[in-house]
T-cell receptor, first 116, second 115 residues
């Protein structure tokens, strides 16, 4: 049963520490998304990749966040240094998406980040 | 720019009654529209989508949605609600004319089905 896998599921860290979240997209999917969910802002798009190339990271605070896809099986989201306002659930999603096919994105279980 | 509005924060319905969760959208071109459901401490699960064709789309767990282009709406419906349908529901849109592949989500509607 193909699924998007995210690790860790939960992370508690102190302010100022580096946080790395990992995502294994579904094999064969060409597009990977990072979303952040908070009570106040709902679901916000942080960044997305197509065929491992970053297409849009305008939703990401550039000074502290970075997203990469070192290979087709791994996407990472890093926060350095972390701040309490970064506390949220971070979702990775993947899909086989192109201009003429409207396939859905499949979401992982999320990483719940708490920065104290 | 693409956007989605879910005007109701919460919808309450009695078990066995029909339910409707509202969604309106704004795009510059033609929309791809999606509904997702989120259970507590879980990721989003895909329910159904409208891409083209029949305006009435059927999806998982007995849900369906009707695309109305003139009203720019895509309301989620189910003829008979179950207590297990209680969850957070998100509508999402992708504008096919912009080349943007990411979905924009609404703020979510919490569905509470009472026994």
């Amino acid at each position: 049963d193909a699924r998007v896998t995210q690790t860790p599921r939960h992370k508690v860290t102190e302010m100022g520490q580096e946080v790395t979240m990992r995502c294994q997209p579904i094999l064969g999917h060409n597009t990977v998304f990072w979303y952040r969910q908070t009570m106040m802002q709902g679901l916000e798009l942080l960044a997305y990749f197509r065929n491992r190339a970053p297409l849009d990271d305008s939703g990401m605070p550039k000074d502290r966040f970075s997203a990469e896809m070192p290979d087709a099986t791994l996407a990472t989201l890093k926060i350095q240094p972390s701040e309490p306002r970064d506390s949220a659930v971070y979702f990775c999603a993947s899909g086989l998406i192109n201009d003429r096919v409207g396939t859905e994105a499949f979401f992982g279980q999320g990483t719940r980040l708490t920065v104290v | 720019a693409q956007s989605v509005a879910q005007p109701e924060d919460q919808v309450n319905v009695a078990e066995g009654n029909p339910l409707t969760v509202k969604c309106t959208y704004s795009v510059s071109g033609n929309p791809y529209l999606f509904w997702y459901v989120q259970y507590p401490n879980r990721g989003l699960q895909f329910l159904l989508k409208y891409i083209t064709g029949d305006n009435l789309v059927k999806g998982s767990y007995g849900f369906e949605a009707e695309f109305n282009k003139s009203q720019t709406s895509f309301h989620l419906k189910k003829p008979s609600a179950l207590v297990s349908d209680s969850a957070l529901y998100f509508c999402a849109v992708r504008d096919t004319d912009t080349g943007r592949r990411a979905l924009t989500f609404g703020s979510g509607t919490r569905l509470q089905v009472q026994p």
